[in-house]
């Protein structure tokens, strides 16, 4: 195996090399300067570039002492297929191979991350399953908030909702037993929440006079924002032990945005920043906050 010292004493008299060749040439780019003088200024400026070379030439000698001293490698380098690109006479296929050394560095790299990624997610558990399995049978079971009977289903709802007062919850099942609300909380906003059992797996908030669907997002930049901040709610009040709990608070928290427009930021006690009312509400107090005051 070829030693590293020669290499690296090779590429610092490189660099050497290329820092004295710009100091030459940035000399005789300036010509002759004030401090030369008036008198024989000529005979001075030809004197420190004479200087200036004669350290580039000792330089260069010493880069060539140190390239002589490398070993070059036995066997040649094995490239594989990739060694026939250099037959390509197309021009747009001649630079095929630095494109694939690039290729070749983004995987390792992502290689590398996975892997780190994989040692720091290892040391934590990610499930969110309250029920313990046996080591002798590995098997998955299923949480209970997806096997809820409709007629159960409604009831919560409905006990809801009386909890409720501003709020009108709509119940259809346009699918088969799985529930889709159409909630309307005051005249503020309406919001679509479809569920599976008493999960809830997917909402959209919109204006009080959109239209609601399943799948288009508000023409305002508001409610895109509650959308947004009402997904990270189902993922805080997620409970699959207590499916009707997590119901029960999701749709509280959804409630307390029936004074979007009218309550002011606990951060900065302003109802509007960057044009935009306290689009999110603390889980627990239900406290409104700019995004940007958030806690």
């Given at each position: 195996?070829?030693?590293?010292?020669?290499?690296q004493t090779a590429l610092s008299c490189i660099r050497t090399l290329r820092s004295n060749v710009g100091v030459a040439f940035e000399a005789?780019?300036?010509?002759?300067?004030?401090?030369?003088?008036?008198?024989?200024?000529?005979?001075?400026?030809?004197?420190?570039?004479?200087?200036?070379?004669?350290?580039?030439?000792?330089?260069?000698?010493?880069?060539?002492?140190?390239?002589?001293?490398?070993?070059?490698?036995?066997?040649?380098?094995?490239?594989?297929?990739?060694?026939?690109?250099?037959?390509?006479?197309?021009?747009?296929?001649?630079?095929?191979?630095?494109?694939?050394?690039?290729?070749?560095?983004?995987?390792?790299?992502?290689?590398?991350?996975?892997?780190?990624?994989?040692?720091?997610?290892?040391?934590?558990?990610?499930?969110?399953?309250?029920?313990?399995?046996?080591?002798?049978?590995?098997?998955?079971?299923?949480?209970?908030?997806?096997?809820?009977?409709?007629?159960?289903?409604?009831?919560?709802?409905?006990?809801?909702?009386?909890?409720?007062?501003?709020?009108?919850?709509?119940?259809?099942?346009?699918?088969?037993?799985?529930?889709?609300?159409?909630?309307?909380?005051?005249?503020?906003?309406?919001?679509?929440?479809?569920?599976?059992?008493?999960?809830?797996?997917?909402?959209?908030?919109?204006?009080?006079?959109?239209?609601?669907?399943?799948?288009?997002?508000?023409?305002?930049?508001?409610?895109?924002?509650?959308?947004?901040?009402?997904?990270?709610?189902?993922?805080?009040?997620?409970?699959?032990?207590?499916?009707?709990?997590?119901?029960?608070?999701?749709?509280?928290?959804?409630?307390?945005?029936?004074?979007?427009?009218?309550?002011?930021?606990?951060?900065?006690g302003l109802h509007l920043r960057n044009a935009m009312p306290p689009t999110w509400r603390e889980f627990r107090t239900l406290e409104p906050y700019h995004e940007e005051c958030k806690p």
């Open positions: 195996m070829m030693s590293v010292e020669p290499l005789l780019g300036n010509g002759i300067r004030s401090d030369h003088g008036e008198e024989g200024k000529e005979t001075k400026f030809l004197f420190e570039l004479q200087d200036l070379l004669t350290v580039v030439n000792n330089n260069l000698r010493d880069v060539e002492q140190s390239i002589n001293n490398l070993q070059p490698p036995h066997n040649p380098f094995n490239l594989g297929n990739s060694g026939f690109l250099s037959h390509e006479y197309a021009q747009d296929r001649q630079a095929l191979y630095s494109q694939l050394v690039q290729s070749y560095k983004w995987t390792d790299k992502v290689h590398e991350y996975c892997s780190l990624a994989h040692a720091q997610l290892s040391q934590n558990s990610l499930t969110r399953s309250y029920t313990n399995t046996s080591s002798a049978k590995r098997r998955k079971i299923q949480t209970s908030s997806h096997n809820v009977l409709p007629i159960h289903v409604d009831k919560v709802i409905n006990q809801i909702e009386r909890l409720l007062p501003e709020m009108n919850v709509n119940i259809q099942r346009p699918f088969a037993s799985n529930v889709i609300l159409h909630v309307s909380v005051g005249r503020v906003l309406k919001a679509i929440i479809a569920f599976k059992g008493l999960l809830i797996e997917w909402i959209i908030v919109r204006g009080f006079s959109e239209s609601l669907d399943l799948w288009t997002e508000s023409r305002f930049k508001v409610f895109r924002k509650v959308t947004e901040n009402a997904h990270a709610a189902v993922m805080r009040f997620y409970m699959p032990t207590m499916p009707d709990v997590s119901v029960k608070n999701f749709l509280t928290w959804l409630h307390s945005f029936n004074t979007l427009f009218s309550d002011a930021c606990k951060g900065c």
